[in-house]
């Protein structure tokens, strides 16, 4: 067996995705369903190495999410091409330039769970939820929050996830515009041993628009 922690995997990637989604508001919940499609690829490289690996995914994830003022609960599956760094992998560096420890698979499932009122204070739970993602690796995460008492998709959250932790702020001005910004740090031994601080921590922001959004009919 290698030396699993005194080198260090790089990761390049990106992301674009394209959904459709009906929402149906009632007095007392709401149903959201719909699909999103997914095309992507990421790029893993072993530092002081000239090993590279490329893989491009291609991904449909049709879903339904549920949620009324204390509880939500949602479900999905993803289909296609899917990959993601696995840090709990362990590999052999006898050959580092074929190492990876980039995972995949064809079909995964996803869920989502939230218990107490958004606007006040409350935690979930995800699992997949955000995947395929800008954090390689990320699969399932716990988090607390709180909206402050303002309009649904205004909160800050705090979570934990399998890989380290993030902070995220969620703005939402207007019905078909919503605002994203986080902060995530790793700290998974893996990266603890990293030789380069700073690619154990990003910024990001994100921007969702609705198209052809409208008020539900009453």
């Known amino acids: ?44 490289s072993l530092v002081d190495t000239v090993g590279v690996n490329s893989f491009n995914s291609f991904i449909v994830q049709p879903y339904v999410l549920w949620e009324e003022k204390w509880f939500a609960m949602g479900t999905g599956i993803s289909l296609g091409k899917m990959y993601w760094a696995d840090f709990s992998k362990q ?11 980039i995972s995949n698979a064809g079909i995964y499932p996803s869920f989502y769970g939230r218990f107490g009122p958004e606007r006040i ?43 380290g932790g993030i902070v995220e702020l969620k703005v ?25 601080p700073q690619s154990r921590s990003q910024f990001l922001m994100g921007l969702k628009y609705r198209f052809n959004s409208r008020p539900a009919k009453k």
């Open 121 to 163: 204070a409350f935690i979930d739970y995800s699992f997949s939820s955000l995947f395929p993602s800008s954090f390689p690796g990320l699969r399932q995460q716990f988090g607390i929050g709180s909206g402050f008492g303002l309009p649904r998709g205004n909160y800050l959250k705090v979570s934990r996830n399998n890989i």
């Open 1 to 44: 067996m290698g030396d699993y922690y005194s080198q260090a995997f790089e990761y390049d990637y990106w992301n674009t995705a394209l959904g459709w989604g009906r929402e149906v508001s009632r007095p007392n919940d709401r149903l959201t369903y719909g699909a999103n499609l997914n095309v992507g690829k990421i790029t893993e």
């Open 172 to 196: 939402t001005p207007k019905p078909n515009i919503q605002l994203t910004t986080a902060y995530s740090w790793n700290d998974d031994p893996y990266y603890v041993l990293n030789p380069n």
């Open 91 to 101: 590999i052999d560096l006898v050959n580092p330039n074929e190492a990876s420890i």
